[in-house]
């Protein structure tokens, strides 16, 4: 049953793909693998799109043993020779250099890299005390229902807010000076109806709760292969991608009629 399931997988996994996707959403989840005689957690990314007839539909799931971006240029290489040719948007987490690595390859392409990653790298350098109001402040830095918003205004909410808690934080002055603050702002650019739909990577951590779940069932995976086949064949069988996002076309930069 296992060697039909991996055939079944890698076919599905190597399967032509449209010309064109408007979104691709791109996330790691860290299982327990084992190689040779020692066990540790290993990073499956998936490569999550939304198509242009508003469906969703899994483009890839791989393996690397820790997290970057060093690899991801054979992983472009791979879906365009698998039939994609453009991108609109590209959602990842805080991958190292993934914007240079995605323009490379997608001309046309934007980069938008997930806020409640940085949400939480900003948590993790706070005490319990300081928390909370660091939630609300980011909340009021990430907004997504104001028309009128921009990319400009929002990169001035985030100087004001890593300016108030570097006082109690000196690292914060260190995230004000990251050079790529400005991706995490993209979504700004778009119709305002989605922002709340591209601002972070969540649709892919929906997914990952199932992977998780199947592979914790059966502990310490005895090896990569084995991952990515359940982990495949658990995104092959999810069924709710086939229903339509209600209003994600309201963007028409990314949704051309």
Same mark, same amino acid.
């Given at each position: 049953? %296992? =060697?039909?399931?991996?055939? #079944?997988?890698?076919?599905?996994?190597?399967?032509? &793909? =449209?010309?064109?996707?408007?979104?691709?959403?791109? +996330?790691? $989840? %860290?299982?327990?693998?084992?190689?040779? +005689?020692?066990?540790?957690?290993? !990073?499956? %990314?998936?490569? /999550? !799109?939304?198509?242009? =007839?508003?469906?969703? #539909?899994? /483009? !890839?799931?791989?393996?690397?043993? $820790?997290?970057?971006?060093?690899?991801?240029? +054979?992983?472009?290489?791979? &879906?365009?020779?698998?039939?994609?040719? @453009?991108?609109? /948007?590209?959602?990842? +987490?805080? &991958?190292?250099?993934? @914007? $240079?690595?995605?323009?490379?390859?997608?001309?046309?392409? #934007?980069?938008? /890299?997930c806020t409640v990653h940085l949400q939480r790298e900003c948590q993790k350098r706070a005490k319990a005390i300081h928390k909370a109001e660091i939630a609300d402040d980011l909340k009021r830095v990430f907004v997504c229902d104001e028309k009128d918003d921009s990319v400009r205004k929002g990169l001035g909410r985030w100087g004001r807010f890593c300016e108030k808690w570097r006082k109690h934080y000196p690292s914060f002055g260190n995230i004000l000076k990251n050079g790529r603050a400005q991706y995490y702002f993209t979504y700004l650019n778009y119709d305002y109806h989605i922002r709340s739909m591209i601002y972070t990577t969540n649709w892919i951590e929906r997914l990952q709760k199932d992977f998780r779940r199947v592979t914790k069932m059966r502990g310490a995976m005895p090896n990569d292969e084995s991952v990515l086949t359940l982990m495949g064949k658990t995104a092959m069988d999810k069924n709710s991608y086939g229903r339509q996002l209600p209003r994600i076309d309201y963007d028409k930069t990314l949704f051309p009629d």
């Open positions: 049953m %296992f =060697d039909y399931a991996r055939e #079944e997988v890698s076919e599905w996994l190597q399967r032509r &793909l =449209d010309s064109y996707y408007p979104i691709l959403y791109i +996330d790691a $989840t %860290f299982i327990p693998t084992r190689r040779v +005689d020692s066990v540790s957690k290993e !990073a499956y %990314f998936t490569i /999550l !799109a939304v198509k242009a =007839d508003m469906t969703r #539909e899994v /483009l !890839a799931v791989v393996n690397n043993p $820790t997290e970057g971006s060093s690899f991801w240029n +054979d992983i472009l290489i791979g &879906l365009k020779a698998r039939g994609v040719k @453009e991108v609109g /948007l590209v959602v990842s +987490d805080g &991958l190292s250099g993934i @914007e $240079t690595v995605v323009q490379n390859h997608f001309k046309m392409a #934007e980069v938008q /890299l």
